[in-house]
C-alpha cells in the first residue's frame, strides 16, 4: 500500500490505519460517523477516535497546502474557525488530482449546519440569532486580515451559544490572510456573502414548494447591516478632551461587553494639543471566555461563558469571602459546589452540550425569580426547569 505524507499536530492520532491508498468517498470501516455538515464542492468523512471527531476534506494537493495555513493563521488569530489538524499528501497521485491532498480538521462539538435552523422559507423565531452570528462572524475574521472569498452559509457551523447563536467557518480554500483588509476586499467579500446568501435562501423556499417571492432574499442585506453597525462600533475613533478621560475607559468597557479583546489602545494628539484621538485595536471575540478559563479553568463559547461568569459573580455575592484570595477561592467553591454537580445532574438527563444547558437553567432560574419578585434557589429552580422540560432560552424575534 502506499504510503501518503501526513504532518500532524501533537495530540491527535496519526491517522495511518486509514485506507489512505483509496479515495474517502470508498472508505468502510469502524473509524467512519455520520455527523451533520454543510454542503462542500469536496469530499468530506468524519472520523472516530479516543482523542475525538474529525473531519477529512480531499482536494488537489495546492489546495490542500493553502487551505492548511489559512486556517493555522486563523487559529493564531483566535478566530472562530475550524481547528487544523493534519495535512495528507498523496505523493503517487498528480498534484492536481482531486484526491492528491487532503486536510484534517477536528470536529466543531455541538454544532449543526444552517439547514437545522430553517423554519418555512427562512430562519423564522431564529432569524435575529442568525443574523447576529453570520455578521459577527464575518466582522472577526475581517478583523483577523482574512478575506474569505466564499462567504455562504453552506460553509459554515453553528453552535447554541446561551441566547445566541456562534457561527464557525469551516471552509477556507478559497480565502486569504493579508496584514490588513481594505475597503473594498470587505466590500466585495460583503457582496459575494450577498449573492451566494440568496441563492441558498432560494434553494431552501424551492425545497419547501415556496415561490421565489416567499423566500427570504433579504437575509444577506440584513446581515451586511449589521455587519456595517458592529465594525463601525469596534473600528470608529473617538476625540477626547481633556475632562473627558472617563470616555476611553467607557470605550473599553463597551468593547470588552460586546465580547472583544482590546489588544491596543493609540491615544494621538489632535492639533489643539488639548485634546486626543482614541483609537483602539480589537482582537477576537473572546474576552468573557478568556475571563472563565483563567478563573475557574472552564472551556466555554463566549456568550456561555459571560452568562456563567454572572452566575459565579452572583454565587459570591451570597456566600463569597472578603480575603485578599476571595476571589480565586469562590470561582473554586462555585464550580466544586454548584457548577459541576448540576452539570452531571443534566448530563443524566439529556445529551447534548451541558455547558449551554446549564445556560438554558440559569435563564429560567432569572425568569422565575423576575416574574415571583424573590430569590430562586438553585434546587427549586432546578426542578422546575426539568418539570417543564428543560427549556432553552427564549428567542429574540425581530
Known sequence: MPTPHLSIRAGNPDFLDLDWDRPISSWRGRRLIDMPTGIHRHPVVFVGYEEGIYAIKELPADLADHEFGVLKELEEHRAPSAEPV?????PWLDPHDEGAGAVIT???EFA???????????????????LDAFAGLLVELHLSGCFWGDCSLSNVLYRYDAAGLQAVMIDAETSRTLPRLSDGQRAE?????????????????????????????????????????????????????????????????????LGFVVEDIDLEPVADGDRVRLAVRV??????ANRLRELTGIDATENQAKQLLSDLRYFAAKHGRTTGTGKALDAIRWRVG???????????????????????FLAYRYLLATDEGRDIPNDEAFERWV????????????
Open 387 to 398: 418539570a417543564a422540560g428543560m427549556p432553552g432560552h427564549p428567542l429574540e424575534v425581530g
Open 189 to 257: 467579500d460583503l457582496e459575494i456573502m450577498r449573492e451566494n446568501v440568496a441563492g441558498e435562501m432560494a434553494d431552501i423556499a424551492a425545497a419547501d414548494g415556496l415561490s421565489l417571492d416567499d423566500a427570504d432574499l433579504t437575509l444577506g442585506d440584513d446581515i451586511a447591516d449589521r455587519y456595517a453597525n458592529l465594525w463601525r462600533e469596534l473600528t470608529e475613533e473617538l476625540i477626547v478632551g481633556p475632562d473627558e478621560r472617563y470616555r476611553i475607559r467607557q470605550r473599553i468597557e463597551r468593547l470588552n461587553d
Open 106 to 108: 477536528r470536529y466543531v
Open 112 to 130: 449543526f449546519p444552517y439547514h437545522e435552523l430553517v423554519s418555512g422559507g427562512g430562519f423564522g423565531p431564529r432569524r435575529t440569532q442568525m
Open 283 to 288: 482582537g477576537g471575540r473572546t474576552f468573557h
Open 338 to 360: 454548584v457548577f459541576e454537580p448540576y452539570l452531571a445532574r443534566i448530563r443524566e438527563l439529556r445529551s447534548g452540550d451541558p455547558i449551554q444547558q446549564y445556560s438554558d
Open 86 to 90: 493534519g495535512l495528507v499528501q498523496r
